[in-house]
């Protein structure tokens, strides 16, 4: 079933007034913090949908109905198709808005809906979240938590605060640390930007092991690639749940972990519209990672990368192949795939003119890793298969000369063996010439030898 | 070792509903301080656990039952699907089944009349399709009543399936060593079922005879809110 993002609102029977209820752009997060909207809800007839489901159209499935609801999805059950869940979800609302503004209940829905009450439980809480039926506009009941836990369940832990410590040591360098430090609990060691990303520890500790520590105000206002790579981790795991992304991102507020969401340049790109600029943005990023790594460590060649499991891929020492493996997973499979193939492309080209060697292959390989896996064998077995038939080529033209020279020799034996032969007849001819006149000279003889005796014979007569 | 019977005869199914969407008919009648609540719904057997005791938190919520109703209701729910998975482990045999489906039901206003047969070999069916379709075609205002009907013929089904392995397990103690020819026999024994080749032979022809088409025609009836109220009079006279 394809799986628009519409920007409009649903179908005109309804007059959707969106007040903004939410400070992000996109249109996938809930907010988090509802605002009092300017209008009340004193027209009766008016329903109110917020303006983070905009995406919500009667007869399409958006993106994040099917995140949030894959088992109508995944085809496991010939029953639980989109088709049914459409049904389901068509249903609750038209139910809903028929008894607008009355709030309609699970039980209600149930009752009038053939299947079975989980399944219908599910899409009902799902639109209740996303405020699709039971909207208030005056809402100040905090939204269902994404993962389902009790809305008792809201304390907040504090977001880790900036350290304030007094100036480190770094163990690698021993210098002293300005910008920022990495610190690895597990083994007690403070490293410098520099160390840690030159991966200046010992061997056997993890780059997943250290924790980045901000140290100057500076840092503060700049994001780093590895802060921006775990904001975004954060917000792709807690949707909304800015608490828990502060947590996860250290050493920033929640107010800069939303600013810095919103500021993101790509942030417009999370509604998934992927342009050229995109893809171009990652094929640069892949070309460009792909010249850095010189060694060709393929860490992340092997680990899979589905949405929701970043870490192998973002935890790469280098943050910038790190980003362009997020940035993939972000755009979607579609962008990543062009861009990897218009990099895997100019990649091979660029092998195939300098060199066929080993080095060849780690690029590929990066590149395909770059990819985050999306590029399946085919793309590197086209590559291959390019300079496979290129050989070919060659090897084919190699044989055609030879077939030709050796026609040519055949034909230079058989003149050769003509001339032989010309010449054998010549000295054959020749010989029956002087056969013939040694026979005209004999028969000559003969005459004169018959005339002078038939001359003697008739003097003896006389 | 199976030898193969009659053409009819198929091999032992785990049980499962004979439907392509394994779902419990699950009823609820439950009676405490003074109040009475009578549910039926479908419940998928798969879902975790913890299901059960939110959907009975959210109904006793919704209908403003007094809370001593969620343990009873959770409870009612999870002995049936204790039942129904205690079922799920056995072999039932479903042999050629075409059984006839009755529906004798009311919902609200609507009183709906029809019997139809289903094939209980089709692992592929859908009762809340047929459901939906019937109430569409017969132009059906409650949007309750395709729930209902859906869960009716659940009901019959989830009852023929219990059958059939109550009747293997029968089959299997008391003809043991006997060849696998005699399973097919004990399956159409039940009664219900009719028999295919009788059915499609060339004697007879697939189009009903006139005289069951009376029977096999939906009836729907729109009942007024005095007779309502005498057909649940009399029901609860019947229940007492």
């Known amino acids: 079933m394809a799986a628009k993002a519409p920007d409009s609102g649903g179908s005109g029977e309804i007059l959707p007034i969106t007040p903004s209820l939410s400070e992000t752009t996109s249109g996938v997060t809930a907010a988090s913090q509802s605002t009092q909207p300017p209008s009340s809800s004193s027209d009766v007839d008016t329903v109110y949908v917020p303006s983070y489901s905009r995406w919500f159209s009667w007869t399409d499935i958006d993106d ?4 949030s609801l894959p088992e109508f999805f995944n085809s496991k059950s010939s029953s639980k198709n989109p088709k049914f869940y459409i049904y389901l979800r068509n249903s609750i609302i038209k139910q809903y808005r028929d008894d607008h503004p009355r709030k309609i209940s699970f039980t209600d829905v149930r009752r009038t809906l053939v299947s079975d009450v989980v399944s219908i439980r599910r899409v009902f809480d799902f639109l209740e979240y996303w405020g699709l039926i039971n909207h208030s506009s ?6 269902l938590k994404w993962d389902e836990k009790s809305a008792g369940d809201a304390s907040s832990e504090p977001p880790t605060t900036v ?58 206002k700049v994001w780093s690639e590895k802060e921006t ?41 999370f509604v998934k519209e992927s342009d050229s600029e995109d893809s171009l943005e990652a094929f640069d990023k892949i070309k460009g990672s792909a010249d850095l790594e010189s060694g060709g460590s393929d860490k992340e060649g092997s680990s899979p990368n ?54 060849g292959d780690p690029h590929r390989q990066d590149a395909n890793a770059n990819s985050g896996g999306d590029i399946t064998n085919s793309e590197r077995a086209w590559a291959d298969a390019k300079s496979l038939i290129q050989k070919e080529e060659q090897e084919v033209e190699g044989a055609i000369k030879e077939i030709v020279e050796v026609e040519m020799k055949k034909i230079r034996d058989r003149i050769v063996h003509f001339e032989k032969l010309d010449l054998e007849m010549e000295r054959s001819r020749k010989q029956l010439e002087d056969m013939k006149n040694l026979l005209f000279t004999d028969q000559l003889n003969i005459f004169f030898h018959t005339r002078k005796a038939r001359k003697s014979e008739d003097r003896v007569d006389c | 070792m199976k030898a193969l019977g009659s053409s009819g005869w198929k091999g032992p199914v785990k049980f499962r509903m004979p439907t392509a969407e394994n779902l419990v008919p699950i009823r609820l009648d439950i009676q405490s301080e003074g109040q009475r609540y009578k549910d039926a719904f479908t419940w998928n057997p798969s879902d975790p656990d913890n299901e059960v005791v939110v959907f009975a938190k959210r109904t006793v919520k919704d209908l403003k039952l007094p809370s001593a109703f969620i343990t009873q209701i959770a409870q009612s729910i999870q002995s049936q699907l204790s039942d129904f998975r205690a079922y799920e482990g056995q072999d039932m045999y479903t ?12 919902v609200n206003h609507t009183l709906i009349k029809d019997q139809f047969l289903w094939d209980l070999n089709n692992f592929e069916s859908d009762p809340e399709e047929f459901a939906r379709t019937l109430c569409k075609d017969l132009g059906v205002e409650d949007p309750e009543v395709g729930p209902a009907v859906a869960f009716a013929i659940r009901e019959q089904l989830y009852e023929i399936a219990i059958q059939s392995v109550a009747s293997a397990r029968e089959s299997r103690l008391s003809k043991k060593g006997r060849r696998g020819s005699d399973h097919g ?56």
């Open chain 1, 64 to 67: 994040c109905e099917v995140r």
């Open chain 1, 138 to 143: 005056s809402s100040s009941a905090k939204p």
């Open chain 1, 163 to 220: 350290k304030e410590t007094a100036k480190r040591i770094c163990n690698g360098c021993k210098s002293i640390c300005s910008v920022a430090c990495f610190v690895c609990d597990k083994y007690e060691l403070t490293l410098c930007a520099r160390c840690y990303v030159r991966g200046n520890y010992r061997v056997g500790i993890n780059s997943t092991e250290f924790k980045r520590v901000e140290l100057s105000e500076e840092s503060k």
């Open chain 1, 229 to 269: 790579l775990q904001l975004m981790e954060a917000v792709m795991h807690y949707g909304d749940d800015w608490k828990k992304v502060a947590t996860h991102v250290t050493g920033r507020t929640e107010k800069d972990c939303v600013s810095q969401f919103v500021k993101l340049p790509f942030g417009e790109q």
């Open chain 1, 306 to 359: 589905k949405r929701m499991r970043l870490t192998p891929l973002a935890d790469a020492s280098n943050p910038i192949m790190a980003q362009a493996a997020f940035l993939s997973a972000l755009a979607g499979t579609k962008v990543a795939e062009a861009a990897a193939r218009a990099a895997v492309t100019a990649l091979s080209d660029v092998d195939y003119e300098a060199e066929k060697n080993a080095t």
């Open chain 2, 95 to 106: 042999g050629e089944k075409i059984i006839p489906i009755k529906l004798d039901l009311r």
């Open chain 2, 185 to 240: 026999s004990a399956s159409k024994a039940s009664g219900l079922s009719m028999d295919l080749v009788k059915l499609f032979s060339f004697k007879s022809s697939v189009v009903r005879k006139r005289k069951d088409l009376d029977v096999y025609e939906p009836v729907v009836d729109l009942l007024t809110s005095e007779e309502v109220d005498a057909l649940e009079a009399r029901e609860e006279r019947h229940a007492r």
